[in-house]
């Protein structure tokens, strides 16, 4: 008996620290934690340095973020999934953001669908496929600084118009 009581309480204990989930979006009381602050804006040549290439991958982006780069109004917005957040926002043929390493990168516009930032390309590309809440699928493909091969993501996007 004694022996069932210190297993379960040291399991009710091990499983107490499990809902620590801190992405982007996870539901918070809002006294507990600060309104979110914007990542730092940086070209992809300060912002990737000195990171393998192994570990950039796209990031959601906060509210915060998206508020810092100048909202979404009059611009695309690829997300990887229909409902999450924004990872690429851009205008067509213009300029664009991508959150990679912590830091939101500017992308100039270097032909269509194509987006760089020094050595960093960001490509873009719709699919004749939709999602079940009806936005248009998209291919991202980010090729960082450095990479022998290229990062492919689907998911999916929208346009202000």
Same mark, same amino acid.
């Given at each position: 008996?004694?022996?069932?009581?210190?297993?379960?309480?040291?399991?009710?204990?091990?499983?107490?620290?499990?809902?620590?989930?801190?992405?982007?979006?996870?539901?918070?009381?809002?006294?507990?934690?600060?309104?979110?602050?914007?990542?730092?804006?940086?070209?992809?040549?300060?912002?990737?340095?000195?990171?393998?290439?192994?570990?950039?991958?796209?990031?959601?982006?906060?509210?915060?973020?998206?508020?810092?780069?100048?909202?979404?109004?009059?611009?695309?917005?690829?997300?990887?999934?229909?409902?999450?957040?924004?990872?690429?926002?851009?205008?067509?043929?213009?300029?664009?953001?991508?959150?990679?390493?912590?830091?939101?990168?500017?992308?100039?516009?270097?032909?269509?669908?194509?987006?760089?930032?020094?050595?960093?390309?960001?490509?873009?590309?719709?699919?004749?496929?939709?999602?079940?809440?009806?936005? @248009?699928?998209?291919?991202?493909?980010?090729?960082?600084?450095?990479?022998?091969?290229?990062?492919?993501?689907?998911?999916?996007?929208?346009?202000? @118009?």
């Amino acid at each position: 008996m004694k022996t069932t009581f210190i297993l379960t309480t040291g399991l009710a204990v091990a499983l107490a620290g499990c809902n620590q989930n801190t992405a982007i979006g996870n539901d918070r009381e809002a006294q507990l934690d600060p309104p979110a602050k914007a990542s730092p804006i940086e070209p992809a040549s300060s912002a990737l340095q000195n990171i393998s290439t192994a570990l950039v991958k796209p990031e959601t982006m906060s509210d915060a973020d998206v508020s810092a780069i100048g909202g979404k109004e009059g611009r695309c917005v690829f997300r990887l999934t229909e409902v999450g957040y924004p990872t690429f926002v851009y205008e067509p043929g213009s300029q664009g953001f991508i959150k990679l390493n912590g830091k939101l990168i500017p992308v100039s516009a270097a032909g269509t669908d194509r987006y760089t930032s020094g050595d960093l390309l960001v490509t873009t590309r719709l699919l004749d496929d939709e999602g079940n809440a009806g936005l @248009q699928a998209q291919e991202l493909i980010v090729v960082p600084p450095g990479a022998g091969d290229e990062l492919g993501y689907r998911g999916y996007s929208i346009c202000d @118009q």
